[in-house]
């Protein structure tokens, strides 16, 4: 490898997915010549949608669920259940981008322009104090230095740019936020609606807060119920990098984004004491090039810029950027979840649905909202349910009795309705859970990550009340034939670490940088123009979606960065 040209930009975003693209977006509309360097190809928007709206029968295998002995070089991606013949193209190379599992953790990510925006589920909701005071309250983790005072604006200036649709609730351990029109509920979650919330006062069924339109913004459509978003959208209706921060960011003129660009490390002058630039590989050619910029905003996603940051040694800073705090690459947390219940609902034969709602019902935390025990229950923290009723349509004819053209006829007909719903639970940042590098590399020289992750007991205690508060509710509601799952099991795959896609820690934001890596401003303690405003920054993991929450710290963060710099406090010669 050798080193081309020095280059020189005023900021440089490593990442171009959900937190990326909202860098982007807000450097360059606040004045910064940007580069953006992202490892994957570049995705456009529209015309890099190959296989939007192409039917089953035209896709390889019939679009049936793909397996790793069909695309060994996608393995790892395929364990996690989202990946088909329709989207796998977003999806990373896992023999490109190896890691090694010293626990079973699966790391579902995307190898192209807009990262897992392309891919995601859209599920949108605002954390509350009862998540950001949580580690203070009960002494698992550090406090996080900010509240949701602090965060509040933005994400009011999230929603309103990316769309999101959803119900008011006015509860308020999930804030309301400014909201498009909600999507409909079915006839089948009507029924376990009404039913929830009769038998469970101040439990609510809702429909998922999402960041699909039901109205358009600009020249984004409103939703037409296709179905299939993880192929991309051209009408632009649900949020990704493509269709909404992207787009802003190259309207400045200000942007300049980089595909086949793998981040290897940060520069760091150890004369001036700070960061001043990034190295990386074009994966194309093999060589390794310098830019330099006042600005860092790393948002590889949480793992991803943890790896630069353990990979930016220097004589002070051995553990790498942020290391001497003893946090970098440890307190790693992902959602625990695939634990829930199912069953049928009588009646409403008459009753049907139109269209592929991309979207699905939501029951928001109801544990211990009081505080640590409020419940008198054995874990601390809570979980959420989501799911969907629908009717069974014509696989069912596997399990019938019936033969030929009386079978054929009872197929004519949608099946009876069904109802699943399944838990997304918190996870405690644990110290023993880490992300750190091993000695070997990969085949551009930068060591691959040893990840060891496991849950413990307060996420096994709350697994049993997820299932068996799941199973009262929808047999409360009067649904049949009612059973739980639990799709964990102790050393193997199903419902590990990692499988969730909500990977969050390992280079936490606190009030001290003797135990955090960042500030309250995401800002790296040990080079303050460096801000890690992904997954990484996460002190705690609440139980909700997160992506959101790091559209809004990085766009709080982009804010500061801008000010600071303005002020002569970022970049002292
Ligand atoms: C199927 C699925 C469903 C999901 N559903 C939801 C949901 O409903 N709600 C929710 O909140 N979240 C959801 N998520 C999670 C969500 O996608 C992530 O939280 C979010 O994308 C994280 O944003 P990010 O910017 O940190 O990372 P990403 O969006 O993954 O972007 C990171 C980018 O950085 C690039 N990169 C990595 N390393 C380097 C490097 N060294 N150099 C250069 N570039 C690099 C990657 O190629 C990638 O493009 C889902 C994810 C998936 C896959
Ligand atoms: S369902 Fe809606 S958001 Fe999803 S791809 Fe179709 S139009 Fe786009």
């Known amino acids: 490898m050798f080193y081309l040209q020095r280059e020189e930009y005023d ?42 709206h192409v039917p089953p029968w035209d896709m390889p295998y019939r679009n049936r669920r793909i397996t790793p002995e069909m695309y060994p070089e996608q393995a790892v991606q395929i364990r996690g ?8 193209h977003f999806y990373q190379n896992d023999k490109r981008h190896p890691y090694i599992e010293a626990a079973p953790f699966t790391w579902v990510q995307a190898e192209v322009v807009g990262g897992r925006s392309l891919l995601w589920g859209r599920q949108c ?47 308020p351990q999930l804030p309301d936020g400014e909201f498009q029109p909600p999507m409909e509920l079915n006839a089948g979650e009507k029924f376990v609606k009404e039913g929830v919330e009769r038998a469970f006062p101040g439990r609510k069924v809702t429909i998922g807060r999402s960041a699909v339109l039901t109205r358009p913004i600009g020249n984004r459509a409103a939703c037409h119920y296709c179905g ?23 309207a400045t003129g200000r942007l300049t984004l980089r595909p086949h660009s793998l981040v290897h490390s940060l520069i760091f002058d150890e004369d001036l004491n700070r960061v001043t630039g990034v190295r990386f590989v074009d994966t194309e050619t093999g060589d390794m090039h310098e830019v330099y910029a006042q600005v860092i905003f790393l948002c590889a996603s949480a793992l991803g810029s943890t790896r630069v940051l353990l990979n930016t040694r220097t004589s002070e800073h051995p553990d790498g950027l942020g290391g001497n705090s003893g946090a970098l690459g440890r307190y790693l947390m992902d959602h625990h979840f695939r634990v829930g219940a199912s069953g049928e609902i009588p009646g409403l034969l008459d009753r049907y649905y139109e269209g592929r709602r991309p979207n699905g019902i939501y029951i928001p935390r109801f544990r211990n909202l009081a505080g640590p025990d409020s419940d008198r229950l054995d874990f601390v923290r809570g979980y959420g349910y989501q799911g969907s009723a629908s009717r069974a349509g014509w696989s069912r004819g596997a399990g019938m009795a019936e033969l030929g053209a009386e079978l054929k006829q009872a197929l004519r007909d949608p099946g009876p309705w069904r109802i699943s719903i399944g838990s997304w639970g918190e996870c405690l940042p644990r110290e023993d859970n880490t992300a750190l590098l091993s000695d070997k590399t990969d085949q551009w020289g930068i060591p691959l990550l040893e990840i060891n992750c496991t849950w413990g007991p307060n996420e096994f205690a709350m697994r049993r009340d997820m299932a068996q508060q799941a199973a009262e509710m929808l047999e409360a509601a009067g649904c049949r034939n009612v059973t739980t799952f639990d799709n964990f099991e102790d050393g193997s795959y199903g419902a590990e670490p990692g499988l969730c896609i909500h990977e969050m820690g390992t ?51 982009a804010d500061y960065a801008v000010n600071a710099l303005k002020r002569g406090e970022l970049v002292k010669a």
């Open 125 to 171: 909701y605002r954390w509350s104090d009862l998540d950001f005071e949580a580690n203070l309250r009960d002494g698992h983790g550090i406090d996080w230095p900010i509240r949701y005072a602090d965060i509040a604006p933005w994400y009011s200036y999230v929603e309103r740019f990316i769309g999101v649709s959803g119900e008011r609730l006015g509860l």
């Open 81 to 88: 259940n989202t990946v088909d013949s329709g989207n796998r």
């Open 228 to 250: 299939e978003c993880s192929r991309g959208c051209s009408t632009g209706s649900y949020f990704s990098s493509q269709s909404s921060t992207l787009p802003a960011a190259f």
């Open 507 to 557: 280079a936490r934001m606190g009030r001290d940088p003797s135990n955090s890596v960042l500030n309250g401003y995401n800002q790296v303690w040990a080079s303050p123009n460096v801000f890690v405003t992904d997954g990484a920054c996460m002190t705690s993991s609440s139980c909700v979606n997160p992506s959101i929450t790091y559209m809004a710290l990085t766009a709080r963060a």
């Open 11 to 52: 900021a440089v975003v490593v990442g171009s997915g959900v937190s990326g693209g909202w860098a982007a977006k807000e450097l360059t509309e606040k004045g910064l010549r940007t580069l953006v360097l992202e490892r994957g190809r570049n995705v456009e928007h529209q015309k890099d949608y190959i296989t939007e």
